[in-house]
């Protein structure tokens, strides 16, 4: 996707391992999933950064924002956001080194959203009442 498209939050989202950025391990590419225009989401692909923005950087646009989640969920979770251009300087400046996943996406860049009312206490379930 060029960098003067519009944001896609609807697009698909792909869960890759990091081994995808090397292809000798797979049939795949990154480069094949950036196609489709989805947003992806590598996990143990850190240590490939650089590779990861080569091979995407063509379709998605140097702009594109990218989020590294590491350690997601735990008390110490780290988040990088960025963009395509940026990222790698952001991790040589606060390095990164296991236990993260990279998401490389426009819908990373979606605003004026509603939260999601999953855990909302005061949200009316069909077969729960509010603050149950």
Same mark, same amino acid.
């Given at each position: 996707?060029?960098?003067?498209?519009?944001?896609?939050?609807?697009?698909?989202?792909?869960?890759?391992?990091?081994?995808?950025?090397?292809?000798?391990?797979?049939?795949?590419? /990154? %480069? $094949?999933?950036?196609?489709?225009?989805?947003?992806? @989401?590598?996990?143990?692909?850190?240590? +490939?950064?650089? =590779?990861?923005?080569?091979?995407?950087?063509?379709?998605?646009?140097?702009?594109?924002?990218?989020?590294?989640?590491?350690?997601?969920?735990?008390?110490?979770?780290?988040?990088?956001?960025?963009?395509?251009?940026?990222?790698?300087?952001? /991790? %040589? $400046?606060?390095?990164?080194?296991?236990?993260?996943? @990279?998401?490389?996406?426009?819908?990373? +860049?979606?605003? =004026?959203?509603?939260?999601?009312?999953?855990?909302?206490?005061?949200?009316?379930?069909?077969?729960?009442?509010?603050?149950?």
């Amino acid at each position: 996707m060029p960098a003067s498209a519009s944001p896609t939050p609807a697009a698909p989202l792909v869960i890759l391992p990091g081994l995808i950025c090397d292809s000798r391990m797979f049939g795949e590419t /990154l %480069a $094949a999933f950036a196609a489709t225009g989805s947003t992806l @989401v590598v996990h143990l692909a850190i240590h +490939a950064m650089d =590779e990861i923005v080569k091979q995407l950087t063509p379709h998605y646009g140097a702009d594109c924002p990218v989020a590294i989640v590491a350690h997601a969920s735990w008390p110490e979770q780290r988040v990088l956001r960025g963009t395509l251009t940026t990222i790698a300087a952001q /991790l %040589a $400046a606060e390095p990164i080194e296991r236990t993260a996943i @990279v998401m490389v996406g426009r819908a990373l +860049a979606a605003e =004026e959203f509603r939260e999601s009312a999953l855990y909302d206490a005061d949200y009316q379930r069909r077969f729960r009442g509010r603050g149950s």
